[in-house]
């Protein structure tokens, strides 16, 4: 049994877990420095192609291009908000790319760089921000679940999912276009509910091939991470009796090795794991919010020189991996995709009044019916006048 | 084929029949399994249908539901169980954030196929939590259906008729009945369809409408006062969408209207059915439309609940004011 120290004011958590370090402590695992120093781990080494590497460098830039866009046409009105994910690109695409087609992603609100990954047209995510409707994706044809908004909520959601691949044999046949696992994504603060608790017993219960995916970005709007937990999150893990890893949210390299292992561990039918990505939301919550009003710029200087980008580029030029042709073409391509969704946003149009009817069940039941024909004559009703 | 059954019987036995008709059918909630559930609604089912079928889940309500949200998306059709009304609350998020919306979220591309049963309504002595009446809560929420059972015969092809519904249905069962009179079920006979209600007694002076385990009660009032008046009795069955159709026909004929229904009456069932007949029968009423319902505290002490539950006397005396105007 760990022996807890008590101090003055209850157990001294330091002595028992170590400091909380700035930079996510000797726990984390790292394969790519800030400074684009390639580094090993004995347990999640990998060997990375250059084409894979370019790979994961485009769709990083493409993924903040589609981020800094987005933002940029909230502040011209043409989206009502915007979640950023700007700091967060590594996390996402090393996470996003070690899915494999038959797995499947619960989202929160935030995962742009995951949508990107399981191939949605990013205007389909503009158009839930924008207004025009509330998902517009076919979760079946892209295993990419809606957005949900509600903290915590698609933990659960992943895991039921994950109960069902098991009763469809889908998992440890050994069969690579067969076996699947299904990745929940949330933050540091979902880590507080319920539903994401009440996942993690249900999928260590079940040992459901489930992989918990937390981005700890540090905040939760205006809520530092100390305020969810004292101990690093990847330790609670332990606790539900599953493994955890903390790996370094803004290393692509760590990011895919440590996600896809966990994956293939679920897919074998070895159960859940959870990866607590150390990242930080680089952006504000999202673009109605003031983060000037909580946190320091020092903080976020310092999160600066860890960008999960630069130290990619860094470590592709160093390596002659990519060369002035390689980014300038880039560069096109994310001007290209810029416009597109410019010119894209300003076509999504504004569903009809009464199509707010539609989908509520099955069948539009006959007292509906009737509202909504009513709600359709008084608006014939307005015709032609002035 | 018919079998003298009662409502807890029938229920097993269309659960069966739904588990027999689709593979995708699965069981899943606390102490339904090796159990049978805590009213062995689900008796000897996990031991035909295994493990993967019927799940005896972890003790989180929520994590129930959400996690046949996740089985539902993947193509099964759960059916869950909350072991008593007071317990359906930690998956209140759940169910009327995720379960009722994301069919309308994803744009109908999302279907919840979900049944959650619900054992409901007091009378049986329990401690708090254990007898109440939540279905306007339910009612009240787009894209949820909401039914409630009476009697062994609609027990029997109700929650069938929901499991294949592709709409999510809170499923409500009176608890008290469960173990309560037999009905012949006719297992080959052809049912009708779910969402619709049933005049279940004939009258011409005055509508009793009632739901779950009122309609006994209303049925035992109707006779109490046969010879002197003439009562129609009403099972809604279906609470959402309500069915007007036969409410209208009737109040129209009655000229007056009683609802009855376990629940607290500030803005339950009652308040709603009373404005639709307002709308909607308004030259034929003779009376305002009155309600009957628990009054509007929480569940008692089980020593007054038989006080607090609207009871035959209650009724009628409700049905006596409707002839004071
Ligand atoms: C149940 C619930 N409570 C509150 C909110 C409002 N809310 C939206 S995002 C958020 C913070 C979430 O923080 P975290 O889980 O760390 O994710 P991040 O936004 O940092 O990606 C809050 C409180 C919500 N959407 N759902
Ligand atoms: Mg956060």
């Known amino acids: 049994m760990t022996h807890v120290p008590d101090g003055e004011f209850g157990p001294d958590l330091a002595e028992v877990f170590g400091p909380q370090q700035s930079d996510g402590g000797p726990e984390l695992v790292q394969l790519l420095t800030p400074e684009g120093e390639r580094t090993h781990h004995a347990e999640f080494d990998m060997d990375f192609s250059a084409e894979q590497l370019r790979g994961f460098y485009r769709d990083m830039v493409l993924t903040r291009r589609i981020d800094t866009e987005s933002t940029a046409l909230q502040r011209h009105g043409e989206l009502g908000i915007w979640a950023q994910l700007l700091g967060q690109e590594a996390a996402q695409i090393g996470s996003g790319r070690a899915l494999r087609p038959q797995d499947f992603a619960f989202p929160t609100y935030r995962e742009h760089g995951v949508a990107w990954c399981r191939g949605l047209d990013p205007l389909k995510l503009l158009g839930l921000f924008r207004g025009v409707d509330q998902s517009s994706w076919d979760p079946a044809e892209t295993n990419f679940a809606p957005y949900t908004i509600i903290i915590g909520a698609q933990a659960l959601h992943a895991t039921g999912y994950a109960m069902g691949i098991q009763r469809d044999g889908a998992v440890g046949t050994g069969d690579p276009e067969r076996d699947a696992a299904t990745i929940g994504y949330f933050g540091d603060g979902a880590s507080s509910q319920g539903d994401v608790n009440e996942a993690f017993i249900f999928a260590a219960s079940y040992n459901a091939p489930v992989v918990f995916f937390c981005q700890n970005n540090q905040w939760a709007i205006s809520e530092p991470f100390e305020r969810q937990s004292r101990i690093p999150l990847y330790q609670r893990a332990l606790g539900f009796g599953f493994p955890g890893v903390r790996v370094d949210g803004n290393d692509v390299m760590a990011t895919y090795a440590v996600t896809q292992a966990a994956l293939q561990r679920a897919r074998e039918g070895s159960g859940p794991t959870l990866i607590e990505a150390y990242t930080y939301r680089m952006g504000a919550h999202t673009t109605t919010d003031d983060p000037t009003r909580y946190r320091l710029s020092d903080d976020v200087e310092n999160w600066k020189l860890k960008d999960p980008i630069a130290r990619v580029e860094a470590y592709l030029r160093r390596n002659g991996l990519i060369d002035e042709q390689f980014t300038d073409a880039l560069t096109v391509e994310a001007d290209q995709l810029g416009e597109r969704l410019r010119a894209g946003v300003k076509e999504l149009a504004d569903p009809s009044p009464l199509s707010v009817f539609d989908h509520v069940y099955a069948e539009l039941p006959p007292e509906l019916a009737e509202q909504r024909d009513g709600y359709a004559e008084y608006l014939a009703s307005f015709e032609g006048a002035h | ?325």
């Open chain 2, 1 to 325: 084929m018919t079998e003298k059954m009662t409502l807890a019987k029938a229920l097993n036995a269309g659960l069966r029949q739904a588990m027999e008709d689709d593979p995708k059918v699965l069981l899943m909630g606390e102490d339904v399994g090796k159990l049978g559930g805590v009213f062995r609604i689900t008796d000897g089912l996990q031991k035909d249908f295994g493990e993967d079928r019927v799940i005896d889940s972890p003790l989180a309500e929520s994590g129930i539901v959400g996690t046949a949200v996740g089985l539902a998306m993947r193509g099964y059709r759960p059916v869950v169980e909350i072991q008593f009304d007071g317990f359906v609350y930690p998956a209140y998020d759940q169910i009327v954030s995720q379960v009722a919306k994301i069919r309308f979220r994803t744009q109908g591309r999302v279907a919840m196929p979900i049944v959650i049963r619900i054992p409901f309504g007091g009378g049986i002595g329990a401690v708090e939590h254990h007898s109440e009446s939540p279905e306007a809560q339910f009612a009240h929420t787009p894209g949820l259906k909401v039914v409630a059972c009476s009697n062994p015969v609609d027990g029997y092809w109700m929650i069938q008729q929901a499991i294949a519904s592709d709409d999510p249905v809170i499923f409500l069962e009176p608890k008290r009945q469960y173990h309560g009179a037999k009905s012949e079920v006719d297992t080959s006979a052809t049912p009708e369809p779910l969402h619709t209600s049933r005049v279940v007694r004939a009258g011409s002076d005055v509508t009793l409408l009632a739901y779950g385990p009122m309609v006994r009660t209303c049925l035992s009032a109707a006779e109490a006062v046969e010879g002197e008046r003439s009562v129609e009795v009403i099972d809604l069955r279906t609470l959402s969408p309500l069915d007007m159709g036969p409410v209208v026909e009737s109040v129209r004929r009655t000229g007056r209207a009683v609802v009855t229904h376990e629940a607290q009456v500030n803005l339950g069932m009652g308040a709603e059915l009373a404005a639709r007949i307002t709308e909607q029968c308004f030259y034929s009423l003779e009376a305002p439309v009155l309600r009957v319902g628990g009054f509007d505290t929480p569940y008692p002490a089980s020593r007054i609940e038989e006080e607090w539950l609207p009871d035959l006397d209650r009724v009628l005396d409700a049905v006596d004011r409707t002839f004071d105007f």
